[in-house]
């Protein structure tokens, strides 16, 4: 699976931000996707994860009705909407999808339970 974000950027605390990841090589319909984020010497963390249909999704605390993750099949992306940016928001960015077509259950918010990622998008929230 090769895995492309963008639309990372600067941006004010309070405003929005959105970002997308496209996918290729496997059939996107059928996988799980999540977002992962990791600040300078910090560990890389769960931001959210979204079932292959759409109709799942998960979310760290820190982020939950801030962030929506939602997918689009018929264009193999995947999005981040991140509205009420705060500055701890900062981060570099990494979408990431499973070895299979999902992660194990008890590994959906640990980023060993992926395996692929993408390069990553810095996203930037100014004080």
């Known amino acids: 699976v090769q895995l492309q974000a963008s639309g990372g950027g600067l941006v004010q605390a309070g405003g929005p931000l959105r970002l997308s990841c496209a996918a290729s090589?496997?059939?996107?319909?059928?996988?799980?996707m999540a977002w992962f984020r990791q600040a300078p010497g910090k560990e890389r963390e769960f931001v959210a994860a979204i079932a292959w249909s759409g109709g799942g999704t998960y979310y760290a605390d820190s982020v939950k009705g801030r962030f929506t993750i939602s997918r689009d099949n018929t264009k193999n992306t995947v999005y981040l909407q991140m509205n009420s940016l705060k500055p701890e928001d900062t981060a570099v960015y990494y979408c990431?999808?499973?070895?299979?077509?999902?992660?194990?259950?008890?590994?959906?918010?640990?980023?060993?339970?992926?395996?692929?990622w993408g390069q990553g998008t810095q996203d930037t929230v100014s004080s």
């Open positions: 990431a999808a499973p070895r299979l077509d999902r992660p194990i259950a008890s590994m959906v918010r640990n980023p060993q339970g992926w395996h692929y």
């Open positions: 090589g496997r059939t996107f319909s059928r996988l799980w």
